[in-house]
């Protein structure tokens, strides 16, 4: 087990030093050299005047320190695994550090490392310290000039951030670039990128007039699959102008895509560095869902430029204020361009699939939590997706506008500087002359609330009473939680499907459509109603909360085929599959499951006006989901109730998922990808019928030109063990074999796959010829398996808990960033049927026994408390 030291917050403190200028040379040979210069001086609000300079750094050799040019004798200075310490340094001084390291053999792919035949890095959160010494904290900004020298045939290409000031060539067939950042920033954002890479280049003119050339860096071949994110790039630049009226600063702008990448994507500025399935994409490579996701990433990074590098975090304590804030503008972005209610239902499910299990197990924590032992280990949900819920959450209050309106202030008054929460929730405050002390407890304590809601109606006196209530779960440490603000989007309607207007009562009703629950408990009367109405809670999602109110299913079905608002009709029809899915595994068919499935057909009978919402309504919840609502977990019992479900519904809405299912079209439009996504989701039912005529349409589809419906058809045969399936996995396997990020996918149908012997195949999987320890490939095929494969994860014997084990100790040793995200697969053991969960369990104590990272070190301690 790892016994690496826990970081609090309370313990924050100013830098004691601070770093003006800092000058690279890289060097780059069989082995890198790094020469660093650093403008140091000694930070003026920190009192202690002789305190010593203490730098991070881990990974490479010291070849030499000198501070004003004098060379450091090894007296001079002590060294530890990570840290540099020198006793005595003058107020202002210049410090030369040259390191050796070896990126060629760096597989934690943090700091230099190569990624195919290019180097490149990942600095963010303390990767800046793997290349050299240096305060590797987000609080320290400083100017980066960067030269970067290498072979001219091996790396004809060579990057950093901001202005391209100079190059030319060398001898010995070399050659070198100058790079100059005029812009202050923390190490984390360094970036350099060494390779053999073809350009795409397109400019883009600002608001202002400027141009701004945008280039994107690829391998070789790969040049026809950027117009996608090229488009995205510029519409993200537009909307930021027309929304935020932010605009960019640089004249240049560079993403990479990378192979190997422990991340999605990197904001360095003006230097992003990407996972190369959110660059690249075709139509015959890429599904429907893979381009919204470019879009969303590309718009992600893009975003950061302002919120997250002009304006930085002050520690990794606040990490939410750059991720949360730039979550929630890339959502809003992908909801203003490509339709609210659909983007909206895909980020609910989200957060409810992944966040609100982990704010509910070992591993909970704040959005802004109190401490750490590995950092590497809060890029969470909870951080990303809670914390922007929570930003919507101030938007909601505070009204777009002046919502906005505070995020400028924000900007304006922080640039240049790293900041808190508290300094962003300040701008909001002064903006609207609203105290926000409340949203002060969101960031502040773990957990998801439950907001309770009873009604009743009083015909004599016409008023309608709600009655709310809010609670939360215990914190892991026993700490007592604190009420919060929760806004409730509400609406009532009447027997007819109207809506029922309703005047303000501030401060519980400070909008017609809303509630402002601040305290444990409140009532509200609405008057002159003339009959119960129907209500509807929580419209467009507007709290990260638990609800419950006892709907009678008449009431859920009113919902889903009569209200406006897409996502109370989708939440409509998840109660409604959720009721029946209960029911089938408790008793078999009852009330429950006809009263679904008469909603089902009513719906279906409709004339399909938004056939992109239509295939979200009819979605069933995802096994993953499942399992979170179903305590203890039995698998066997849970994937049995699930598929007799995903029968019945077939059976009972064939004629118009027949007919869905045929209009599969594979030209490109967003038009076409709406009835892809019905066409998909209409195939992946009909398939569990087991009729040899929909089996052979699905393996004629899976030889589509077109992705998405190849994917779509290939999903849906996927857990029918017939010889259309086999025949379709093999051809999709000899035709993408070439292709990583398509092969990706293949590894995680087979992953994912319900039949035959699955911890088996998963086994042999990673024997496969075309197995690498790429990211991708290792969340294509074991991250899959624990996700989405719950029969074969949770087998009877513990042999899935025990091989995703066995990979996680071995992964632990090259990358322990992506054996601790595996980990999570192993944390919930007491949430499971005994005696598997002594199984797991006896998996978690046997690593605990090993020498572990301390990224996969915490989470398994925190599992076994």
């Known amino acids: 087990m790892s016994h690496a030291a826990e970081v609090f917050r309370k313990d924050y403190r100013l830098p004691a ?104 890095t990942q600095c963010e959160a303390r990767g800046f310290s793997r290349i050299t010494y240096y305060p590797d904290r987000p609080d320290v900004l400083s100017r980066f000039s960067v030269r970067v020298e290498a072979d001219a045939q091996r790396f004809p290409v060579l990057l950093s951030n901001g202005n391209p000031v100079e190059s030319g060539a060398l001898p010995d067939g070399r050659h070198y670039t100058v790079w100059d950042d005029p812009f202050l920033k923390p190490c984390y954002l360094f970036a350099l990128v060494a390779g053999d890479l073809a350009c795409i280049e397109d400019h883009y003119t600002t608001a202002s007039g400027r141009d701004v050339a945008l280039r994107f860096y690829v391998d070789h071949g790969n040049e026809a699959r950027v117009p996608h994110a090229m488009a995205s790039l510029k519409r993200a ?50 599904t429907d869902a893979d381009y919204d996701g470019i879009e969303s990433v590309i718009a992600h990074e893009y975003f950061h430029n302002w919120t997250g590098n002009r304006v930085t975090c002050r520690d990794w304590f606040q990490l939410s204020l750059k991720e949360g804030l730039t979550v929630f503008r890339d959502q809003c972005f992908s909801q203003d361009l490509n339709g609210e209610a659909v983007h909206r239902i895909q980020s609910v499910r989200q957060l409810r699939t992944v966040q609100f299990p982990e704010d509910a197990g070992p591993m ?21 997706e809670k914390g922007a819920e929570i930003v919507r959450m101030i ?75 809010q609670s939360h779960a215990p914190s892991p440490n026993g700490a007592p939680k604190q009420m919060v603000p929760i806004p409730i989007r509400f609406a009532l309607r009447d027997h007819d499907g109207r809506r029922i207007s309703v005047s303000p009562q501030p401060p519980l009703l400070p909008a017609p459509d809303l509630i402002l629950l601040e305290d444990e408990e409140a009532v509200l009367n609405v008057p002159d109603i003339g009959s119960s109405p129907n209500p509807s809670f929580l419209l467009g999602f507007s709290a990260p909360v638990r609800l419950q109110f006892a709907y009678t299913s008449d009431q859920l079905v009113s919902l889903l085929l009569d209200e406006e608002d897409g996502f109370a009709r989708w939440e409509a029809a998840q109660r409604l599959m959720l009721n029946a899915f209960f029911e089938l595994q408790a008793s078999g068919p009852g009330d429950d499951t006809r009263a679904l499935l008469d909603a089902l057909q009513r719906l279906a009978a409709r004339p399909v006006e938004d056939r992109a919402l239509l295939a979200e309504l009819l979605r069933m919840p995802s096994e993953s989901y499942l399992a979170s609502q179903v305590q203890p977990l ?101 035709r993408f074999r070439h292709e990583p990020l398509v092969l990706d996918k293949w590894f995680a149908l087979q992953a994912g796959s319900a039949i035959g012997q699955g911890v088996e195949r998963v086994r042999s999987l990673l024997q496969h010829p075309d197995f690498t320890p790429n990211p991708n490939r290792l969340r294509a095929v074991l991250g899959t398996f624990w996700r989405e494969n719950l029969r074969a994860y949770h087998r009877a014997d513990g042999a899935g808990y025990r091989l995703l084990g066995d990979q996680i100790a071995h992964l632990d040793r090259s990358n322990p960033q992506i054996a601790a995200r595996l980990c999570d697969g192993l944390l919930g053991w007491k949430d499971i049927v005994p005696p598997q ?20 070190g915490e989470k398994i301690g925190k599992a076994l408390l």
């Open 17 to 120: 030093f601070l770093v003006d200028q800092v000058d690279l040379a890289f060097d780059i040979r069989e082995r890198t050299t790094v020469q660093a210069r650093l403008q140091l001086r000694r930070n003026p609000a920190v009192a202690i005047a002789d305190e010593p300079l203490v730098l991070d750094g881990r990974g490479f050799d010291l070849l030499e320190v000198a501070v004003d040019d004098r060379r450091l004798g090894v007296g001079d200075y002590q060294r530890t695994d990570d840290r540099l310490q020198i006793a005595v340094v003058p107020d202002r001084f210049t410090l030369r550090i040259v390191t050796q390291l070896d990126p060629e053999q760096n597989t934690t792919l943090e700091g230099l490392y190569r990624s195919g035949s290019m180097l490149c």
């Open 237 to 286: 630049m537009r909307w930021d102008e027309q929304v935020y009226g932010l605009e960019y600063d640089l004249d240049l702008y560079m993403v990479v895509a990378a192979r190997d990448f422990n991340m999605g994507a990197m904001e360095n500025k003006g230097l992003n560095l990407f996972n190369a399935r959110y660059v690249l994409a075709s139509p015959q490579t890429a």
């Open 364 to 384: 909970a924590h704040p959005v802004r939590p109190d401490s750490y032992v590995e950092i590497n280990n809060f890029y969470t949900a909870t951080v990303y």
């Open 395 to 469: 938007q909601t209050l505070l009204g777009r506008d002046t919502f906005i309106a505070g995020v400028q202030r924000y900007l304006r008054e922080h640039d240049g500087s790293a900041a808190t929460i508290e300094d962003f929730l300040a701008a909001h405050e002064a903006e609207s002359g609203r105290n926000l002390d409340g949203f002060r407890r969101w960031y502040s304590q773990p957990g998801t609330p439950l907001v309770t809601i009873t009604d009743e109606y009083d015909a004599r006196s016409r008023v309608y009473r709600l009655r709310l209530k």
């Open 634 to 734: 039995d698998a066997a019992r849970l994937t049995s109730a699930r598929d007799a479900l995903r029968l019945r519904i077939a059976q009972a809405l064939t004629g118009p998922l027949s007919v869905w299912s045929a209009a599969a079209p594979e030209e490109p439009g967003a038009s076409n990808a709406a009835r892809r996504a019905l066409a998909n989701v209409s195939l992946w039912y009909l398939m569990s019928t087991r009729v040899n005529r929909v089996l052979d349409i699905g393996l004629k589809q899976a030889a589509s030109p077109n992705m998405t419906v190849a994917f779509g058809a290939l999903t849906a045969l996927n857990d029918i063990d017939c010889p259309q399936r086999e025949a379709a996995m093999d051809a999709f396997l000899q």
């Open 837 to 856: 969960n002594q199984l797991l369990r006896a998996v978690l104590v046997d690593l605990s026994q090993q020498p572990l990272s301390a990224d996969v």
